[in-house]
């Protein structure tokens, strides 16, 4: 399949005026390749919106993408539970697990503009007026409010300086046309928000649900304000997104998602919320959101609607986990040069809890790398320094070596009165106290070495041999 493609204004990387489409950039590559796994769940009975389709994807959130085929009340499947591991990351940037991190922070350095295509999937079929009646959007917990758009990736560009900026927020449905937009207020999107209610104006925007899972994790990627998100998914593809014009405004949206959305943010508007769900699994009340509303609706004929499931969810966690993570690695970089790999956790929400590799540390670097961490993101509230031979992925791993390498009154931060996200759950003021932990091997702590107890090499090797051929064409019991 080709098309007519044209470079985006000012961008030099997008040179052809015609481009073969070496690859699907949409997220249906992503289901079929789950569905060959066995890893796709398809579910045909009817499924109500309101909670228990919320409940679908909660009982399936670390086993099963879900596909639901028929939502009550509405003629467009819902699909969600994407990204719930490190290996369905991998699956879906096609690289092995190992090289999550180092492909993230390579597109960060080597970014490729996108280009701009006129025969959008995603416009094949057009709405106006009262489109958010069309979707199927879930009511997930019993003390929210209403139904959120969880799955929505925000597309904008600022009013002052014309650079893009895309990310994640919620949208509360409000009724066909309008929507409680909750953003934290740090946020790009909120600050491009106010520049524009501060000269009279809403801002246009786009809601994008439905991308390729690639463009849903450069999305997540810690940028600075007017840093593109879609070149450097273009650097994980290996080729430009392919982008359109939205038809209400000049904001260019990934050509191949499911849905797009067109509207508005009103600044100026404040709207109180109610409790939300947030990731660490329990409830917030951030009072008052913005009004956003939206005036037509661009979709794929056969369109599917997207859904993460919010709050302590193996989706919502690493979303946010793995981008976070490769984007501390890229601040750390800069000033340790023997950090290794870096993971934020799950048991930290995929948010708070910061494991870092630092390859033989010196005298100092292990507080040096937890300051950075608390400096770059300010919704990190724990720290622990590793070795390297230590995975930090592993949550055993890591206790294990705060078990055995570290001496409490010796190699435990705490500092009081740091600047907290209003979303954690400890905070007064905007100020929690935050710890580190220097989990490495000193030395002089042991004469008898940190050497692990095990057999030697080559009994491994022989035993492996002998369960490998026990046990044909399943993986090693040892590795």
């Not at 879930?138 to 560009?157: D, H, K, N, Q, R």
């Not at 997207?306 to 979303?319: D, R």
């Not at 055995?404 to 400890?426: G, H």
């Not at 100020?431 to 940190?450: H, Q």
Request: hydrophobic fraction near 45%; proline fraction near 6%; charged fraction near 20%.
């Amino acid at each position: 399949m080709t098309s007519d493609v044209l470079p985006i204004a000012g961008h030099a990387a997008a040179q052809n005026a015609t481009v073969t489409h070496r690859q699907d950039q949409s997220c249906r590559s992503m289901l079929a390749a789950l569905a060959v796994k066995g890893e796709l769940l398809v579910v045909d009975d009817e499924v109500d919106p309101l909670f228990d389709l919320s409940a679908l994807l909660s009982l399936t959130h670390d086993t099963f993408a879900v596909r639901a085929n028929r939502i009550k009340g509405y003629d467009m499947p819902v699909f969600g539970n994407l990204l719930s591991s490190l290996d369905r990351i991998a699956l879906a940037l096609n690289v092995p697990r190992a090289e999550i991190q180092t492909s993230l922070l390579a597109s960060i350095k080597t970014p490729i503009a996108p280009v701009l295509v006129d025969d959008a999937p995603v416009q094949e079929k057009i709405f106006e007026g009262g489109v958010l009646a069309h979707l199927p959007v879930p009511t997930f917990f019993s003390e929210e409010t209403g139904p959120y758009i969880s799955a929505g990736l925000m597309v904008a560009v600022d009013p002052e300086t014309g650079l893009g900026n895309a990310s994640y927020a919620r949208l509360k449905i409000l009724g066909p046309n309008e929507a409680l937009i909750g953003i934290a207020p740090n946020h790009h999107l909120a600050i491009m928000a106010r520049k524009a209610a501060d000269k009279g104006e809403a801002l246009p925007f786009a809601v994008v649900l439905g991308a390729h899972p690639i463009i849903q994790l450069a999305a997540c990627l810690y940028l600075g304000l007017g840093d593109d998100e879609m070149h450097c998914a273009g650097s994980l593809f290996g080729e430009p997104v392919r982008m359109t014009r939205c038809r209400t405004s000049d904001i260019l949206v990934p050509a191949e998602a499911e849905i797009v959305i067109e509207g508005h943010i009103h600044a100026d508007k404040p709207i109180v919320e109610g409790l939300v769900s947030e990731y660490h699994g329990m409830y917030e009340n951030y009072g008052s959101g913005v009004l956003a509303t939206f005036d037509c609706m661009t979709t794929r004929s056969d369109a599917m609607f997207q859904v993460i499931e919010p709050g302590y969810h193996a989706e919502h966690i690493y979303l946010a986990a793995v981008p976070i993570a490769a984007s501390l690695k890229a601040q750390l970089s800069r000033v340790i040069l023997n950090v290794g790999e870096v993971a934020v956790t799950e048991s930290g929400c995929g948010r708070t809890n910061v494991v870092i590799q630092i390859d033989k540390p010196r005298p100092g670097q292990a507080r040096r790398a937890m300051a950075v961490c608390w400096g770059a993101v300010s919704i990190v509230k724990t720290v622990t320094i590793v070795d390297t031979d230590v995975d930090p992925w592993n949550l055993a791993a890591v206790e294990l070596a705060k078990s055995t390498r570290m001496r409490a009154e010796r190699d435990i931060l705490i500092v009081k009165d740091m600047t907290a996200d209003r979303s954690e759950p400890q905070e007064d003021g905007f100020l929690v106290t935050k710890v580190g932990y220097d989990a490495t091997c000193k030395p002089g702590d042991r004469k008898e070495g940190y050497g692990k107890a095990q057999p030697p090499a080559e009994s491994y090797a022989r035993m492996r041999s002998l369960l490998d051929r026990m046990t044909p064409g399943a993986p090693s019991c040892v590795g």
